[in-house]
């Protein structure tokens, strides 16, 4: 379990290729299998969001982190009702296999890095609300996050 946005950091300098997953875990994803839900087809890999700076990103590395995290959809737990499994944020490395419909990376080849804490996932909406308008950022999100609830 991952608590500190430097610990991303700190990942991020043990090599590129490191990704950032919403679902109900890797045992979950691999029994479900990764499958397009509007058209049905199987994808080459899991859909996530790379944590590495695009090269054109000049301010503080940690600043990407916390905008690429402050991205994921809200609310972070299962449905009180317990329909659907606990949902959590989890960083994972391996191969980019393709890109997904919504533009998303495809990763194969998935080593699992570990799980990050609700705290640290608030720790990156402070750092991004603190330096950007990210009510518009957050806004944006969450309508991504219910188009395809």
Do not use: K, N
Not at 6 to 17: I, P, S, T
Not at 45 to 54: R, S
Not at 66 to 95: I, K, N, Y
Request: aromatic share 8%; net charge negative.
């Amino acid at each position: 379990m991952l608590y500190q946005l430097f610990e991303v950091e700190r990942l991020l300098d043990d090599g590129a290729g490191l990704y950032v997953r919403f679902s109900a875990g890797y045992a979950a994803d691999v029994e479900a299998g990764s499958v397009d839900a509007e058209s049905g087809l199987p994808l080459p890999g899991l859909a996530a969001h790379p944590l590495d700076p695009e090269p054109w990103w000049t301010l503080p590395r940690g600043e990407w982190i916390a905008r690429q995290l402050t991205r994921l959809p809200a609310p972070r737990h299962a449905p009180v009702d317990g329909a659907r499994q606990e949902r959590f944020a989890w960083l994972l490395r391996g191969r980019r296999a393709g890109t997904g419909p919504e533009g998303e990376a495809l990763v194969a080849d998935v080593e699992v890095v570990g799980r990050l804490a609700e705290c640290l996932i608030e720790q990156a909406d402070q750092v991004w609300g603190a330096r950007f308008d990210a009510v518009l950022g957050r806004r944006e999100a969450e309508q991504v996050a219910v188009a395809h609830a």
